[in-house]
Structures are given as C-alpha cells and as structure tokens.
C-alpha cells in the first residue's frame, strides 16, 4: 500500500466497508487505514452524511401541484393538436413545402442583425385607407386605475370614463400608476397595465389587429374561426393569435411574448419567426428579457359575461398598504383611483397588501353605483399575536424580509439591466435603509460587501426601487436598519 | 416488436381522451420524476406541465422498442435539463438571504421533523447542483429512483460503462462537497452512534460485529 499522505480515497473499499462485505481482516485493515488517513476519513464522512440525505430525499414526497388547471391546459394543447391534425391531412402536399420554404426563410431572418433601436413603428397596415364592409366591433372599458388617455381618429385628446367606448385609429395609453382594461364585442379581453400606448387598427369581426407602440398588453381572446384574425404589431414583428392568452411586451429595440394558454405565431415582415406555444415564452432582437420576467402567471384580463354595459361602477380610492385588488376576476393595481363596473348586489373583493396579506371583503353595491373606503378594512399596523415587540431600531425582520422579497423581481431587472455590458458574478451587498417615522424610506443606500464596487447604474436603480417601499410606521424618530442582498451569475 | 399498451396506441392517434387518461395515469410518476431531479424548486408545475406537453407533441415518435417508462423518464429528464439551462442563463437574486433573515426572525419555534427535512432537502440539492448534468442525471435516476445502469444508458443513450463511470465520480465529488460543508456536520454527529441511514447495509449487532 501506497504510504503517501494524500491519495485517491478508497472509495470502494469504505464502500465495501459501510456495508458489512468485508472479512475481519479486510475490516481491521481499512479500519487501521482509516485511523491515519484524513482523506479517507473525509470520504467517510461525506458517504455517511450523504446516505442520510439520500434517504430523506428517498422518502420525501412529490409536493401537491395543480393537475385540475394543468388537465384543462393539457385538454387545450390536445384539441390544438388534433385540429392540426385535421388541416395537415387535409393539406399536406401543400403544407410541406411551404413549410420547408418558411423554414429557409426565417432562418436567414434571424441572423440579420438586430435592428438599430428607433421608435419602432410597425411595418404593417395602419388604420385602413378603405374601410372595410364589415362594421367595427364595439370597444367597451370595464375597469380604469388613475388617468389613462386617449387620443381618438383625429388626434383629439379624450377624457375615458367607463362610458368611453374607443374606437378603430383611437391611441390608448396608460402613464404610471395607471391601468386599463376593456374587452371587445366579440368577446376579447385586454390588460393594458401602466406605461403602455397601444393604437387599435383594425377592429373587426374578421380582423383585429393594434398596434404596441410602447410596454405591454395582455389579451385573453376567444377562439377564433378559421376566417378570423387577431394580432398585436409591435416592433416591427406580428403576434397572430389562435385563441390564447397571452402577453406582449414592446421592449425597446425588441419583442418579449409571454403565452400562457393557447399558441401565437410571431412574424417579420410576413415572414414567420417563431410560434410560442403555452406555456412559453419568447423574446425577439435583442430584447433583454421575456416579458412577465416578474409574474410566473400573467394576471388574467377579464371578460365580464352578460350585459355589463349596463353595470353599475364601483370607485375605491388608493390607500396606504394596499397595492392591488382582486375584484370580480380581475385582478388591478390600486396605486391610484379606480373604477371599475361590476354587477350590482352582493360582492366579494381581496385587497392585496404590500406584505402580502390578502384581506377579502364583502360589499353590497348600489345599481346606481358605490364608493368603496378602504378605510372599512381596518389596516393597521400590528405585530403578529404573540411574536417579541421588535427591539428599538429594528423593524419586524419578518415584514421587512416580506417587503424585500415582494420587490424581489424589480431588484432582478435592476440586476439584469446593469449586466448589459459588464459581467459581474456574485454580488453580496446591503442596502442601509433609513425609514422615517411613517414608514416611507427616506434613503436608500447600496453597498457591496467583500469591499467590491457596485455599479452606480445598478445602485441607483435599486435606490430608485427600495425608495418606494413602505414598511411599517416605526414612529418616533424612524430607524434604519441594513438588509443583505444577494445577486448571482450562473453560467 | 412489442405490441402497444392500445392506450398509447389511441393517443397517438390524437384522441383526447386517451391523452387525458395518459395524463391521469403518469401524471405521479412524472411528478415523481421531475421532483427528483429538479429538487425542490418553485418551477416543478412548468416543468411537469411542459413535460406532458412534449409528450403529447412526440408520442408518435415512440415505436414500442423500449419500455414506454424508458421513454417517458428520456422525455422528463430532458425537460428538466432545458429547464434548468434556461434558468441559469439569467442572472437571479439569490433569495436565501431574504429567506435567513424571516427564519431568525420567525417567533414560533419550528421544531416539526417536517421542516427540518425540507432544510436537508435543500441542502443536499444545493450539493448536487454543483454536479455536472451529466453525472447528477445518472446519480439521480440510479441513487434516487433505483434504476439499473442498463436503463439508465438507455435513458440517457450512452453505453453502460460510461454510466457507471459518471455515477462513481458523481458520488465521489459529491463526497468531498458534503464532507466540506460545516453546516452538515450535526448529521455526522447524529451518525457517531453507528451506521444509521445506510442503505443496503447488512445488519450489524450493538458491536458493530456483522451478522452473519
């Protein structure tokens, strides 16, 4: 035997060992090994401690998932398939070739470079020189957060109401702190959330087409006929749409996709791309990240069923803690002014809170319409019945580790923004943050620790970020406190 | 060649039932599957639902050569690997401090065995992420889910011997890794008492002596 200090740990010999395979003297001389040998030792140890982990692994059961919600996408992708089955044998001498030249095609498409950022305006069809035959279909609002605006055909400003009904050449757009939602005659349903501008070209019962000038939309669309088209142009490309929900985010100087039921086709130039099928997500020319990067679901725009024109509005001012509502279906940012319609009589709301809390409430609304106060939910401050008052200083770690979290995906985009060029590997850093005596952050400041430098773009961004959080009203003079944060690469 | 269970044979074809009765039947075992290699993991539904929808897409690929469990274990591996590809070019906030600092925080003592094998689930996943895929896949399907190196060359389409060659350096890097990590050592202490937790173990007397 080999008698140098370091060597390949016997592995098959304590293997062997552990399980009881060896004669007596096998055993007392991998014992005797073991009792000079640091390195076999080590092994031992590490087979010991991973026998045990293997078993808890061996043991532990598969968590509970969703198979009710996965059956109905499932049952969906399988009716997709089988229609495409239907065409392909109706089609198929055709379908082959053109399918093989579209391959050709889009795949000389794809290694042009990406095109130089401008403010993309989408090569296609703009509201139409000859109108059609077909007459539009109605555009209804059934929910406005703060002051979206509208320009209408002629570039006139518009004041939207829930009585506003848009129209074909209409452009809607949404600043921040502001949401739109409206559905279409025919049964689609759109989320523009904040920062977006949309232009509707083409609304028709064969044809809806609108264009994405700026941010995001998210539509959920009834399935379409064989003769019916849906498409979202932005950036110089096409989503068409074949009964889905999904969302499309104009990011400057590309395209992000995000499906989450159903399939889209993303087209150049009439050339196809890509076809993003549920669940999936795609990004085109230099876009730095799929849209939805921080929502692993995309909240669903709602089509309210019945007559809703006719639906009363429901108005619930912004509050402090409150970040959201569930109303109806809908899920909408509270982060100013909202109204929304809503069938009259009995109705169950969520208000969403910064911490994460949900609070459901119930209310009765009025035929004529109903103001909602907020202050009936009785928000306060308060510690978790039993838990230490926090010492002086330092807030509920638990809420701020809350706050922190829920602003997880912001601090991503920060992260990934400020990689662009520069690659940065771990960053373990901490954010000193001074609260005043509301709660509201009154500085916010970024260092990296291991004495490292932090990007200014990235420490400013995030600055920006932890400057809107609230905590929880120390009272007095504030307090600050330092949160660790950690930020990796993985290549 | 061997005959097709006539459900798999009605799915090919595209009748929607026998897709969903597929799902029905493996949807535990790809559940079961996927869990085990992705570990736990916030992704496991994408992953399991984008599973059962490349298998819908694919089940005319399958010829019946192999077993269909063969098949199926191919099919959710290589999800998961893309998976976990997909995920790892984009830069993340790394969540566990966010997470240690609720944990201290947290007033209520959390002495439950339930949460302290999910805190040695993690650990022992976060060991094997720094396995190549490669060789986690084989140690996976061969440590935790028991399958033999033949399947596993199948599964993976690579000879019998390469499998065992990737699974006998998976364990010894996996060693070193485990053994190096002070957080782990209180499972050593717990084992000072003798050789508790060892699979296969032959049965050994309060000595230590082995029963013959």
């Given amino acids: 035997m080999s008698e140098a200090r370091s060597h390949e740990p016997k592995l098959g010999a304590l293997r062997a060992h552990r399980e009881g395979k060896l004669s007596a003297a096998g055993r007392a001389r991998i014992e005797q090994h073991l009792a000079g040998c640091e390195t076999c030792c080590e092994a031992r140890a590490g087979m010991q401690r991973y026998e045990t982990l293997l078993g ?80 539009a279909l109605a555009v209804h609002i059934t929910a406005i957060v703060g002051a979206p605006r509208a320009l209408d055909e002629v570039g006139q400003p518009v004041l939207l109401t829930l ?23 025919d049964g689609a349903a759109l989320l523009i959330p904040a920062g977006a501008r949309i232009r509707l070209d083409r609304v028709r019962p064969d044809e809806v087409q609108i264009a994405l000038l700026r941010g995001r939309v998210v539509n959920a669309v009834q399935p379409l006929g064989p ?85 009363p509005a429901l108005q619930i001012p912004p509050w402090p803690q409150v970040v959201g509502w569930e109303i109806d279906g809908a899920a909408l940012i509270a982060a100013d002014e909202l109204r929304m319609r809503v069938p009259p009589g009995a109705l169950a709301l969520q208000a969403l809170l910064e911490s994460g809390r949900r609070v459901p409430v119930q209310i009765t609304v009025d035929p004529l319409g109903t103001r909602f106060d907020p202050r009936a939910l009785q928000l306060r401050p308060r510690h978790r019945a039993g838990s230490a008052q926090p010492e002086a200083g330092t807030p509920d770690a638990a809420q701020a580790a809350a706050v922190i979290r829920a602003a997880q995906p912001a601090l991503q985009r920060c992260y990934e923004r400020s990689l662009r060029r520069a690659s940065h590997g771990a960053l373990r850093a901490r954010l000193r943050l001074q609260i005043d ?29 932890a400057q809107r959080w609230r905590f929880e009203a120390p009272g007095g003079s504030g307090i600050t406190f330092d949160a660790p944060l950690a930020f990796q690469t993985r290549n | 060649m061997a005959e097709l269970d006539p459900l798999i044979s009605r799915a090919q074809r595209g009748e929607p039932q026998a897709l969903r009765e597929l799902f029905q039947r493996y949807r535990g075992d790809v559940t079961r599957i996927a869990f085990r290699v992705l570990g736990p993991s916030a992704d496991l539904e994408d992953v399991v639902q984008e599973a059962f929808v490349q298998v819908y897409r694919s089940l005319g690929s399958y010829q019946g050569a192999a077993k269909f469990s063969t098949w199926l274990y191919r099919l959710v591996t290589n999800v998961a690997r893309m998976h976990t590809r997909r995920e790892r070019s984009r830069p993340r906030l790394d969540g566990s401090r966010a997470d240690a600092l609720e944990a201290q925080s947290s007033p209520e003592p959390r002495p439950d065995a339930g949460a302290e094998r999910s805190e040695r689930l993690r650990a022992l996943y ?83 002596e082995r029963n013959e």
Avoid at chain 1, 450 to 455: F, I, K, S, T, Y
Avoid at chain 2, 149 to 156: D, G, K, L, N, T
Wanted: proline share 8%.
């Fill in chain 1, 163 to 185: 009585d506003t009904m848009p129209r074909e050449g209409w452009i809607l757009e949404t600043p921040a702190r502001s949401e739109l939602h409206f559905v279409l005659e």
């Fill in chain 1, 437 to 465: 005596a509301r709660g509201n952050v009154s500085r916010a400041e970024l260092r990296a620790e291991q004495g490292l430098p932090v990007p200014a773009t990235f420490a400013k961004c995030v600055r920006g970020v």
């Fill in chain 2, 126 to 208: 976060s060991h094997l992420e720094r396995l190549s895929e490669r060789k986690r896949t084989v140690l996976v399907l061969h440590d935790f889910e028991g399958l033999p190196a033949s399947e596993i060359a199948e599964i993976v389409q690579a000879p019998v011997l390469t499998v065992r060659t990737r699974l006998f350096y998976a364990r010894k890097q996996l060693y070193a890794s485990l053994a190096a990590d002070p957080s782990l050592a209180e499972l050593g202490r717990e084992l000072l008492g003798g050789d508790v937790g060892a699979p296969r173990a032959a049965t050994r007397d309060a000595n230590g």
């Fill in chain 1, 56 to 135: 808890i692994a061996r043991g532990a059961p598969a968590p509970e998932l969703d198979f009710a919600h996965m059956d109905a996408v499932l049952a969906r992708e399988a009716a997709r398939l089988a229609r495409k089955r239907q065409i392909q044998r109706v089609a198929r001498p055709l379908a082959l070739a053109a399918v093989a030249c579209l391959a050709f095609v889009a795949m000389r498409a794809s290694r042009e470079p990406a095109p130089s950022p401008r403010p993309a305006q989408p090569d296609l069809r703009a509201a139409p020189a000859v109108p059609s035959q077909a007459r």
């Fill in chain 1, 227 to 311: 003769n019916r088209r849906y498409a979202i142009a932005a950036a110089g490309y096409a989503v068409e749409v074949r009964g889905t929900h999904f969302a499309v985010e104009h990011l400057e100087p590309g395209l992000g996709v995000q499906v989450d039921e159903g399939a889209v086709a993303v087209s150049r130039g009439g050339v196809l791309v890509a076809e993003v099928r549920a669940p999936g997500r795609w990004r085109g020319a230099g876009a730095l990240a799929a849209p939805g990067a921080d929502e692993r679901a995309l909240r669903r725009p709602r089509a309210p069923a019945g007559a809703f024109e006719t639906w």
